[in-house]
T-cell receptor
Framework: DARVTQTPRHKVTEMGQEVTMRCQPILGHNTVFWYRQTMMQGLELLAYFRNRAPLDDSGMPKDRFSAEMPDATLATLKIQPSEPRDSAVYFC???????????FGPGTRLLVL | SQELEQSPQSLIVQEGKNLTINCTSSKTLYGLYWYKQKYGEGLIFLMMLQKGGEEKSHEKITAKLDEKKQQSSLHITASQPSHAGIYLCGADGAGANNLFFGTGTRLTVIP
């Protein structure tokens, strides 16, 4: 049963600290997405990759967020330095491209104090 | 920019009752997805609709996309407590690969 996995599931950190979230997409999927979910804004796209190349990261605050795909089995989202307003659930999703279903991971619940 | 509006925002029904959730777009939908989310968990894919007038069913859940491809409905027949959660509709952005989402409908089913 192929699934998107994300680590850690929960993270509590202090303001100013670096946070790294990891995602393992479903094997064979060539598109990876990072979303952020908050009560106020709902689900927002942060960035997405196709064949490991970043296609759009316009949803990310560039000064503190960075997203990479070191290889086809790992996507990372990094926040440095973290701020309380970054507290949210961060989801990774993978798929086979435009018009194809995206499958979501369980999310990383981040709390920045 | 294209937006998705869901209604109602929340819904409380007695077990066994039928219910409908609506998702309306300001522009033509190229692909409409329904997801379910339980608290603390990720989104679970339910169904995808692409053609005007298309209808799909899975167990007791039926989703429809209207002919104009601007509105979709999700209908649950004989609701059960296991149906409780947040239902989100998502749509393909025109010419883009990303999904954008509605605000969600929180469903509570009372046993």
């Amino acid at each position: 049963d192929a699934r998107v996995t994300q680590t850690p599931r929960h993270k509590v950190t202090e303001m100013g600290q670096e946070v790294t979230m990891r995602c393992q997409p479903i094997l064979g999927h060539n598109t990876v997405f990072w979303y952020r979910q908050t009560m106020m804004q709902g689900l927002e796209l942060l960035a997405y990759f196709r064949n490991r190349a970043p296609l759009d990261d316009s949803g990310m605050p560039k000064d503190r967020f960075s997203a990479e795909m070191p290889d086809a089995t790992l996507a990372t989202l990094k926040i440095q330095p973290s701020e309380p307003r970054d507290s949210a659930v961060y989801f990774c999703a993978s798929g086979l491209g435009q018009g194809q279903t995206q499958y979501f991971g369980p999310g990383t619940r981040l709390l920045v104090l | 920019s294209q937006e998705l509006e869901q209604s109602p925002q929340s819904l409380i029904v007695q077990e066994g009752k039928n219910l409908t959730i609506n998702c309306t777009s300001s522009k033509t939908l190229y692909g409409l997805y329904w997801y379910k989310q339980k608290y603390g968990e990720g989104l679970i894919f339910l169904m995808m609709l692409q053609k005007g007038g298309e209808e799909k069913s899975h167990e007791k859940i039926t989703a429809k996309l209207d002919e104009k491809k601007q509105q979709s409905s999700l209908h649950i027949t004989a609701s059960q407590p296991s149906h409780a959660g947040i239902y989100l509709c998502g749509a393909d952005g025109a010419g883009a690969n990303n999904l954008f989402f509605g605000t969600g409908t929180r469903l509570t089913v009372i046993p």
